[in-house]
């Protein structure tokens, strides 16, 4: 009797002791399930952010390929294949994903992004118009802009642009592109206020340096602005500003500029010395 209870006790604590193993088993594989998880997502966030756009493109798309219905990476590949500057491809992945069960207004922004690289403007217009006005980011307004642009919306880029810049914290490339839009609509005050209001946010913004002598000289203000440049940017920005005044006539000073372009530059400035030749010869 005593040999069946002490067996019984055994095959109990035995049951229980195996259960717990068990028991820790399926936790410990919750666990590494879980962290594999966020090792995964770290992983897609750094491929989409600092590596290579083309070592981007390979992940994900291998990634799609073991697992086809996962949305997100569908999506990291789309994001990728624009980094990568194959926006067509990326807006046929994107169409599959809007037109899915997963899809969101965020991919349809998205899609219209693609759209826009790909020169499809209309087909991009739509895709916006399908997005809920409650959905409001800084890409579906930058968007909006540059759409709003295409079609001379000038009031409607405007509130666009304003919008946009107020949605982020780096707002320094929208108004780049706002203050182009007021250089090719011919407002180069307006033009000239925004190059340099994204130059406080970017000082760094070769592009909106070179924006802002353009919109300066087609006011005729042919002196260099005080702005933060390099050796090289101040020769290639006093170049811009000599183009600009030979092409309205005022040759004498573009000369001038194109020589003090070639002496600033600190290298042998080919572009200049050749405009400069041209100029010589037609005189």
Not at 75 to 101: D, H, N
Request: charged share 25%.
């Amino acid at each position: 009797m005593r040999q069946s209870v002490g067996f019984t006790i055994f095959m109990t604590v035995s049951l229980f002791l195996s259960g717990c193993e068990t028991q820790k088993e399926q936790n410990v594989d919750e666990a590494l399930a879980s962290i594999n998880v966020i090792d995964e997502s770290n992983l897609n966030d750094l491929m989409l952010t600092s590596s290579d756009p083309e070592e981007a493109v390979a992940y994900f798309r291998r990634a799609v390929g073991e697992k086809p219905g996962r949305v997100d990476l569908k999506r990291g590949l789309a994001k990728s294949l624009i980094r990568a500057k194959k926006p067509v491809e990326a807006a046929k992945i994107l169409t599959e994903i809007t037109q899915g069960p997963g899809g969101t207004s965020e991919d349809r922004v998205l899609l219209a992004d693609a759209l826009i690289r790909s020169n499809e403007w209309k087909r991009a217009e739509t895709e916006l118009n399908a997005v809920p006005p409650t959905y409001e980011t800084f890409d579906r307004y930058r968007l909006e802009a540059m759409i709003a642009d295409a079609n001379k919306r000038w009031d409607k880029a405007d509130s666009f642009y304003d919008t946009a810049a107020g949605l982020t914290t780096r707002p320094a490339g929208v108004l780049n592109n706002w203050g182009y839009s007021k250089l090719t609509r011919g407002d180069y005050p307006g033009a000239e206020k925004l190059f340099n209001q994204a130059l406080t946010y970017d000082r760094n913004l070769f592009a909106a340096k070179n924006n802002l002598v353009l919109a300066r000289a087609a006011q005729r203000k042919y002196d260099l602005p005080i702005i933060s440049m390099t050796q090289v940017e101040r020769a290639q920005l006093l170049y811009t500003i000599a183009l600009s005044a030979i092409k309205q006539g005022d040759v004498i000073i573009g000369r001038g500029l194109l020589e003090e372009a070639i002496e600033a530059h600190p290298q042998h400035f080919e572009e200049a010395v050749r405009a400069l030749e041209a100029l010589s010869t037609q005189q």
